[in-house]
C-alpha cells in the first residue's frame, strides 16, 4: 500500500524559509514523477513545482520561479520542496502527489503540474499548512 506524508509546514514570517518534505512508503519515488501542489479554500488546487521520472527535468510556476527548489532524495525515497523568500501569498495548504501511471513516463514536469497532469497522479499526502505571516 502506498502512503505518502507531508510535513513540514508552519507559520513563517515574509521573507523567511520552510522546507517541506514528503516521504513515501510501499513505493520508490524515483519510478514516477512528482509533483507539489497547494490550494486555498476556495481556490483550485495549483500546481507548484513537478519532476518528470522519465528524466528528472523540473518545472515551476512563475509565482515561485526563484525562490522555490524542488529535490529529490532517493536513498530516502523522500521529496523536498525548499522555500525561500516566502510571501503572504504562499500561504496554503501544500500537498505531494506520487505514483504516476507508467504509460506517461514520458510526460515532462510542465504536464505533471497542469490540470490534466495533476489528476493522473494515483497517491497523495494529507497535506501541511503553510502560514506566511508577520
Known amino acids: 500500500q502506498v502512503q505518502v506524508v507531508e510535513s513540514g509546514g508552519g507559520l513563517v514570517q515574509p521573507g523567511g524559509s520552510l522546507r517541506l518534505s514528503c516521504a513515501a512508503s510501499?513505493?520508490?519515488?524515483?519510478?514516477?514523477?512528482i509533483g507539489w501542489f497547494r490550494q486555498v479554500p476556495g481556490k483550485e488546487r495549483e500546481g507548484v513545482s513537478c519532476?518528470?521520472?522519465?528524466?528528472?527535468?523540473?518545472y515551476y510556476a512563475d509565482s515561485v520561479k526563484g525562490r522555490f527548489a524542488i529535490s529529490r532524495d532517493n536513498a530516502k525515497n523522500t521529496v523536498y520542496l525548499e522555500m525561500n523568500s516566502l510571501k503572504p501569498e504562499d500561504t496554503a495548504t501544500y500537498y505531494c502527489?506520487?505514483?504516476?501511471?507508467?504509460?506517461?513516463?514520458?510526460?515532462?514536469?510542465?504536464?505533471?503540474?497542469?490540470?490534466?497532469?495533476?489528476?493522473?497522479?494515483?497517491?497523495w499526502g494529507q497535506g501541511t499548512q503553510v502560514t506566511v505571516s508577520s
Open positions: 502527489a506520487t505514483d504516476s501511471p507508467a504509460e506517461l513516463s514520458f510526460a515532462g514536469a510542465y504536464y505533471w503540474c497542469s490540470t490534466y497532469g495533476q489528476a493522473e497522479f494515483r497517491s
Open positions: 510501499g513505493f520508490t519515488l524515483d519510478t514516477s514523477a
Open positions: 519532476i518528470s521520472s522519465s528524466d528528472g527535468s523540473t
